[in-house]
């Protein structure tokens, strides 16, 4: 870490790279425990979805402004109530859902007060990322910047990786399936003293702003680092330009494989925990069930960063490449996931949508930058982040309601939804125009 800045010190780097991670890895850890959570508590599978659509629909709301705010209040400051609002709602979630466990709380009382306390994760807990990302912006010299901001980054992914894996080891004899939340909560403790006491809040070298990180799921796909943070003031052709525009021709396509295969991605990731607790009889054994959610869901996100690390720089995949692959194997796990009735075989079928996925996602973010020129780079990025965060708003409880239909009615509209965008996009997805210099 010392040799990735000469700008920032390493023990900085250190708690800038803790801030990311511990926002990304503490939400997917409620991921893989919360269907346990719903079945001990007897609360109906797709009440517990829609708490992660509620933070999800608050974070892709107020993402956009907390980005904007720490070019005025400061970027240390903005981390600071992210990882407040992260921590809050850890503790108050793991104490309402420990009072539900113990029999002090009622099932439908729970939920509420679980459903308000995520609030402060989706409202607050969005200001951190880029907040973190344009603090390492304005603080570095251009020719290690894109090695820093990738850092950082790459940080946001591995937290979904790490998340399902320690969350079974967190669960406490004293408070069950709750003590994940209340870990994670001290952690981020932990995070917030660190960043009070190592990062000093200095004026910054460069001006930049922080990209809008998507809403972090054992799914979702580390943020790009964008190497010209700082070109929004650099770049004077953008003001006399026109808005772009979500229907235009160039971006278009690109914007509606992401929203198709998004949905899919979504509505996986919102049915599985609830599958495993079916498939393998595990309602009644609801701790158990956790601990196997964990597992499932850590195979998932690391077929994901095997995609995003590994796959797309060796093949060196284009992005329509990347999203066609994607979509084809995205179909084929999630038939293979639909079909399995035991652990091995839901483990792979899972791991090999979420490769899939992996690919899928990077593929179509590169199509629509690829798209447009220099000076829309940030009208595209926001766009992206939009249809990223916005597919699991409503896609995840959709998915729950067809899984308590008929199973495979639900894993048939997800593969359907990958199978469709192969098709059609083997011919709207066109590569992107030669590169041309900008005036």
């Not at 023990?11 to 893989?32: E, H, I, K, P, Y």
């Not at 003001?239 to 991605?265: I, K, N, Y």
């Not at 495979?408 to 359907?416: C, D, E, I, K, R």
Request: glycine share 10%; with cysteine; aromatic share 10%.
């Amino acid at each position: 870490m010392s040799t990735i800045s000469r700008s920032i010190p390493a023990d900085r780097m250190a708690v800038l790279f803790a801030v990311m991670l511990v926002a990304a890895a503490g939400n997917t850890a409620m991921q893989s425990i919360l269907p346990a959570l719903g079945a001990k508590l007897h609360i109906p599978d797709v009440w517990v979805s829609l708490a992660f659509s509620w933070s999800a629909l608050l974070w892709v709301l107020t993402a956009p402004h907390w980005a904007r705010q720490s070019d005025k209040r400061g970027r240390k400051a903005l981390m600071a109530l992210g990882v407040i609002g992260f921590l809050s709602s850890m503790a108050l979630c793991g104490l309402v859902l420990w009072s539900g466990l113990e029999g002090w709380l009622a099932a439908g009382t729970t939920f509420i007060l679980f459903a308000l306390f995520r609030s402060l994760y989706g409202g607050l807990g969005s200001a951190a990322p880029p907040a973190v990302q344009a603090y390492v912006a304005a603080r570095t010299d251009p020719e290690e910047r894109t090695q820093a901001l990738s850092l950082v980054s790459s940080s946001f992914g591995l937290g979904t990786v790490i998340g399902p894996a320690i969350a079974p080891f967190f669960i406490l004899p004293v408070f069950g399936l709750s003590g994940p939340l209340l870990v994670f909560a001290l952690i981020g403790v932990a995070v917030l003293i660190a960043l009070r006491w190592r990062l000093p809040d200095d004026v910054p070298r460069f001006a930049a702003r922080g990209a809008i990180v998507s809403y972090p799921t054992t799914g979702g796909s580390p943020q790009a680092a964008a190497d010209d943070a700082d070109d929004e003031v650099v770049d004077q052709s953008a003001a006399a330009s026109p808005p772009l525009r979500w229907t235009d021709a160039r971006v278009r396509p690109w914007l509606l494989a992401g929203l198709f295969g998004g949905q899919a991605q979504a509505m996986m990731l919102g049915v599985i925990g609830f599958l495993i607790l079916d498939r393998l009889h595990l309602r009644l054994r609801p701790d158990e069930g956790a601990a196997i959610t964990g597992i499932v869901l850590m195979s998932g996100a690391v077929a994901t960063l095997l995609a995003q690390w590994g796959l797309i720089p060796l093949l060196k995949l284009s992005a329509r490449n990347a999203v066609l692959a994607g979509a084809a194997l995205g179909a084929a796990g999630l038939v293979m996931t639909g079909l399995s009735f035991d652990l091995h075989g839901i483990v792979i079928g899972f791991a090999t949508a979420s490769l899939g996925f992996g690919l899928f996602r990077p593929g179509f973010t590169a199509g629509a930058s690829l798209a447009v020129p220099r000076r829309d780079q940030g009208s595209v990025a926001g766009m992206t982040a939009s249809i990223n965060g916005s597919a699991y708003i409503v896609s995840p409880a959709v998915g729950v309601l067809l899984y308590n239909w008929h199973a495979m009615v639900a894993y048939a509209l997800m593969a359907g939804f990958c199978v469709w965008l192969v098709l059609w996009g083997w011919k709207a997805l066109r590569p992107p125009p030669p590169a041309t210099k900008q005036p």
